[in-house]
């Protein structure tokens, strides 16, 4: 049987997992949690063979549940499901740990392969993330500007190109208004752009907002 522990802030989408998960014998969902504090618990108290994360979190970023679960229980296999394409997050996640990316919209039946390929001690990897991985090998630096940035210099950008002040960008991570601007020194350059603005205009071209 294949423990699943369930990491969504969603009512709705933990119990549709529930319900479809539950017409396989050999997968079952034994924890659910609604936010990162609770998902993190969840690890520290229960034995599960395989959690679902959501990237998208109300309390702190998936990507920092995905770091937090990695150094408390580094076997523990983590699959990453998300509203968000590939080419957004999933290089990165692979980087910090996660055993596979997989978009919400997939098909159910992919994944179950993707659960049960995780539980063999195996990456589940989709032909789209597997183009963007063989691109990161022939040469990183024909990756998109915005791929290039860290993971927080990435949060800054995404927070400036919605329009967010700069006070309340730092609110929001924990950080001084001095740093915030230090960072959005970093992200202007790295971008190759002037203004924040600029910075807006890029993500709407590349789909990052709507």
Known sequence: ??????????????????????????????????????????????????????????????VDVLKQIKREKPELPVLVLSMHPENRYAVQLLRYGASGYLQKEAMPAELVAAIRKIRQGRRYITPELAELLAGELEGGDDRPLHEQLSEREHQVFMSLARGEPVGAIATALSLSVKTVSTYRARVLEKMKVASNADLTYYAIKNGLVD
């Open 1 to 62: 049987m294949i423990r699943v522990l369930v990491v969504d802030d969603h009512a709705v989408v933990r119990a549709g997992l529930q319900q479809f998960l539950s017409d396989f014998d050999d997968i079952e969902i034994t924890g659910e949690a609604e936010s990162a504090c609770a998902a993190v618990n969840k690890v520290r108290s229960g034995d599960y063979d395989i959690v679902l994360l959501d990237i998208s979190m109300p309390d702190r970023s998936g």
